[in-house]
């Protein structure tokens, strides 16, 4: 292949030819015309900068090897629950100077901002274990019915429930194997009786809950 051109190197594959790992080199300023992937992929920056540009394509696909496609300009829409990390995102947003970042407040722990349109895609980053059982049951679907046709929702940094120790909160061996009650009260014990003394007992097993306690939690 010239050097001109990108390079594409098969890392792994597995037996189904279903996922595999590439590696690929760019020489640098290389430019590639606009294309369909036709699947999804994660991708992953080692070294260097790629630009991406999008585009929505306006004929019906009729004309083989032709196309009228038109660059399309992505809006990043995020939800929080807590006015104070709310203030937080803007700012940051702010001072990179991203115009197409959007922020609404949610209502409440069950509740989406109203209007919000439809999505290509929804990203719950290491959110989905500080959800409450019910709270699950009622925004995921909500979130699933705000996806455009095609969209992918993605649930990601989320720990693994039955790892050997929580690692999240109280970072005791096992704790995620116990039933709530027996988790509670080791919870309680590894803070120490005297802190526990002064707190409500039931308040600070809710919290640990919010915090990720058990990881993703079954049962509250």
């Given at each position: 292949m010239s050097s001109s051109k990108a390079k594409l190197y098969l890392l792994s594959e597995d037996d189904r030819h279903e996922y595999a790992l590439y590696a690929v080199s760019e020489k640098l300023g290389n430019m590639s015309p606009p294309h369909d992937h036709t699947t999804w992929a994660v991708i992953a920056g080692i070294e260097g900068e790629e630009l991406n540009k999008f585009y929505r394509r306006l004929d019906n696909g009729e004309n083989e090897g032709q196309a009228q496609i038109c660059e399309s300009h992505s809006e990043i829409v995020g939800i929080e629950l807590q006015g104070k990390l709310l203030e937080l995102a803007m700012l940051r947003r702010d001072h990179y100077g991203y115009s197409n970042v959007e922020f609404f407040q949610s209502p409440d722990s069950c509740n989406l901002h109203e209007?919000?349109?439809?999505?290509?895609?929804?990203?719950?980053?290491?959110?989905?274990?500080?959800?409450?059982?019910?709270?699950?049951?009622?925004?995921?679907?909500?979130?699933?019915?705000?996806?455009?046709?095609?969209?992918?929702?993605?649930?990601?940094?989320?720990?693994?429930?039955?790892?050997?120790?929580?690692?999240?909160?109280?970072?005791?061996?096992?704790?995620?194997?116990?039933?709530?009650?027996?988790?509670?009260?080791?919870?309680?014990?590894?803070?120490?009786?005297?802190?526990?003394?002064?707190?409500?007992?039931?308040?600070?097993?809710?919290?640990?809950?919010?915090?990720?306690?058990?990881?993703?939690?079954k049962y509250v």
């Open positions: 209007n919000l349109g439809n999505f290509d895609y929804i990203v719950l980053s290491a959110v989905l274990e500080h959800m409450l059982p019910n709270e699950r049951k009622i925004l995921i679907p909500k979130l699933w019915q705000l996806l455009a046709l095609g969209g992918i929702l993605f649930i990601d940094q989320t720990p693994f429930r039955y790892f050997p120790i929580e690692v999240h909160t109280t970072h005791l061996p096992l704790i995620n194997y116990f039933p709530s009650k027996l988790a509670c009260f080791c919870a309680n014990k590894h803070v120490g009786d005297e802190y526990i003394n002064n707190i409500n007992v039931a308040a600070y097993w809710f919290s640990n809950l919010l915090s990720g306690c058990k990881n993703c939690p």
